[in-house]
Every structure is written in C-alpha cells, then in structure tokens.
C-alpha cells in the first residue's frame, strides 16, 4: 500500500466535484445505496460540514486533479459519515484513512456505516465503535398490486370528513410545515432539526415537486401531518412522512400513507423506498402492512462511555 494523504476539499473546484461524484456514483451501484445523507450533501455544499479526501499522492507532488482519489468522508454536527472507493476496497486503505480522521475527531463522534456491510462492522469494532441506532430501509415494487389494494377510491383530498390532504405550496405553507416538522420529529437527531434553509435548500434540488409534497389538514385548518414523496427517476421514496403529536393514534398517518402511494402510483416507477428506525414499531407495523418489505438496514456507531476519573 503507498502512502495516503487527507485533504480537506471544497466542491467549488471541479475537479473535486468530479471526483466525488464518481465515488458517490461507484459505491452507491455496487452497495445498493448512496454513502451519504441527502442533508450531508447539502451541508457539503453549503460549508456546514467538511468534505474530506483521502488520496494517493504521487512522486513529484501534483495537482489534487492528478491524485488517485481512496475515498471521501463528511465530517460535520458530530457525525461522520465515511466510504472507500469500491475500487480501492480490500487494501488496508480504509483502516489507515479512518485512522487518520478519528485521530482529529472528539471521540464523542457518531460514524454512519449506510448499507450494514461486514467490512463496516470489522472498521467499527477494529476503532472500538459499537452499534447505538439502527435505520431499516423498506422497499415495494412500483408496479405492484399492493400499492392499489390499500388505497380507497373517491376524492383525492377530501380523503375522510375530518381530514383533508393537498399539495404542498411554496411560499405559503413552509412555516407552518417547519413547525409541524419540528414536533412530529421532536426527538429525531437529523428531521428534527431541519431549518427553513434546509426545505430551500432541498427545494432547489431537481427532484422536488410541490405536488409529491402532501400536507394533511383538519377540519379546523390546522396542519396535522404531511407525507413528502421523492421521485428520482424510476425510484420513488417516501422521503419524511410525520404527524402532530396531538393528532397521533387517530389514523392520519396510514391516510397519508395511502394518499403518497396513490400518488406515487402515478409515476412510471420501479421501486417505492422509505428509511425508518428499527426501534419505532408502530410505523413499522403499518409499512409492512402496505406491502413494504426489508431492503438495506444503515446503523450509527459511538465508542462507548468512558467512566468519570474518580
């Protein structure tokens, strides 16, 4: 193995936006998901996370464009996120550019392994890291006849007499859905604390769709839950679906549920997604109910607690 080298990298430049996204591109088809969260992908862009590169510099020194880039890691709101080239795998290179991270990390940080890999789980242990949180990714097929079975006919808003379900519309409703959002997700790390830069930010991206963004209300006009749906070419995703804490148990989720799939039944689809956490049942419970079955599973990792010195 040569000599590795971490560069921290900015996506201004081409050649590293270049080199990042043929990473992303590599380990995304070969391991069946992406290696980074669609909010660290925004946070790389914006600067609120650091982007690093772990290269293999050449003999005479050259240009960063001239280097073999190893892999990449999102560093940033005390999580890192972390992925070697497919091409590079099976080398050494991951222990030795990991290493190197960690070493300028707190040792409070929280590592995102995306896929469950055993290569994932031997880094973990091999740095001292143990599982803490577990995020199961669900999967139907698009033209599937589950998606019709579950889904009620009639008016596509008025969907009960208490509830009325439309599409989302910019300008007007981001307020009133960021402080739905902060509730429903109140004890989520990442949902929760999505700003109103954070629904700009995903808005400007090419996949939104105002429409594939449905908003529940009550029969009072107030806001009580809401399904935003991703359409990215033939894959669909139930992108954040969540409820008012004061509206839970009354059915509003599966309604919402219902409502996104007759939606995304729209769409020329070959698989519907949707990521949830192991540990929450409920939800579980209605996805496998509509059809959902077991895909990819991603888990977070932290060193266990010291104890305090005596």
């Given at each position: 193995?040569?000599?590795?080298?971490?560069?921290?990298?900015?996506?201004?430049?081409?050649?590293?936006?270049?080199?990042?996204?043929?990473?992303?591109?590599?380990?995304?088809?070969?391991?069946?998901?992406?290696?980074?969260?669609?909010?660290?992908?925004?946070?790389?862009?914006?600067?609120?996370?650091?982007?690093?590169?772990?290269?293999?510099?050449?003999?005479?020194?050259?240009?960063?464009?001239?280097?073999?880039?190893?892999?990449?890691?999102?560093?940033?709101?005390?999580?890192?996120?972390?992925?070697?080239?497919?091409?590079?795998?099976?080398?050494?290179?991951?222990?030795?550019?990991?290493?190197?991270?960690?070493?300028?990390?707190?040792?409070?940080?929280?590592?995102?392994?995306?896929?469950?890999?055993?290569?994932?789980?031997?880094?973990?242990?091999?740095?001292?890291?143990?599982?803490?949180?577990?995020?199961?990714?669900l999967?139907?097929?698009?033209?599937?006849?589950?998606?019709?079975?579950?889904?009620?006919?009639g008016?596509?808003?008025?969907?009960?007499?208490?509830?009325?379900?439309?599409?989302f519309?910019?300008?007007?409703?981001?307020?009133?859905?960021?402080?739905?959002?902060?509730?429903?997700?109140?004890?989520?790390?990442?949902?929760?604390?999505?700003?109103?830069?954070?629904?700009?930010?995903?808005?400007?991206?090419?996949?939104?769709?105002?429409?594939?963004?449905l908003?529940?209300?009550?029969?009072?006009?107030?806001?009580?839950?809401?399904n935003w749906?991703?359409?990215?070419?033939?894959?669909?995703?139930?992108?954040?679906?969540?409820?008012h804490?004061?509206?839970?148990?009354?059915?509003?989720?599966?309604?919402?549920?219902?409502?996104?799939?007759?939606?995304?039944?729209?769409?020329?689809?070959?698989?519907?997604?949707?990521?949830?956490?192991?540990?929450?049942?409920?939800?579980?419970?209605?996805?496998?109910?509509?059809?959902?079955?077991?895909?990819?599973?991603?888990?977070?990792?932290?060193?266990?607690?010291?104890?305090?010195?005596?």
């Amino acid at each position: 193995m040569h000599r590795l080298t971490l560069r921290v990298t900015s996506l201004d430049d081409p050649h590293q936006r270049a080199g990042f996204d043929r990473i992303v591109r590599a380990s995304t088809m070969i391991d069946g998901q992406p290696p980074f969260s669609d909010q660290s992908h925004i946070d790389v862009a914006s600067g609120a996370r650091t982007l690093i590169f772990a290269v293999e510099p050449q003999d005479p020194p050259a240009e960063l464009s001239d280097f073999a880039v190893i892999g990449a890691a999102v560093l940033g709101q005390g999580e890192l996120e972390f992925v070697v080239d497919p091409e590079w795998r099976g080398n050494g290179y991951g222990t030795k550019a990991l290493g190197g991270i960690l070493a300028s990390c707190s040792p409070t940080v929280k590592v995102w392994a995306h896929g469950d890999h055993p290569a994932s789980r031997r880094l973990a242990a091999a740095f001292g890291f143990e599982a803490i949180r577990t995020l199961l990714q669900l999967r139907i097929p698009g033209g599937s006849a589950a998606i019709a079975s579950p889904l009620a006919s009639g008016d596509a808003n008025r969907v009960r007499a208490d509830i009325t379900i439309r599409p989302f519309r910019q300008g007007t409703d981001d307020a009133a859905w960021i402080a739905l959002n902060a509730l429903a997700f109140a004890s989520h790390p990442e949902q929760g604390r999505m700003t109103l830069a954070d629904l700009r930010a995903r808005q400007a991206e090419p996949w939104f769709d105002a429409d594939d963004f449905l908003l529940a209300w009550d029969a009072d006009g107030q806001l009580i839950g809401s399904n935003w749906l991703k359409v990215d070419g033939s894959e669909g995703e139930i992108y954040a679906i969540g409820v008012h804490p004061d509206a839970a148990g009354r059915g509003i989720g599966r309604a919402l549920m219902e409502a996104g799939l007759r939606r995304l039944a729209e769409h020329d689809l070959e698989t519907i997604a949707l990521y949830v956490e192991a540990d929450n049942t409920a939800a579980v419970g209605l996805y496998r109910s509509l059809g959902f079955t077991d895909h990819t599973i991603d888990v977070q990792y932290a060193r266990p607690s010291l104890p305090e010195p005596a």
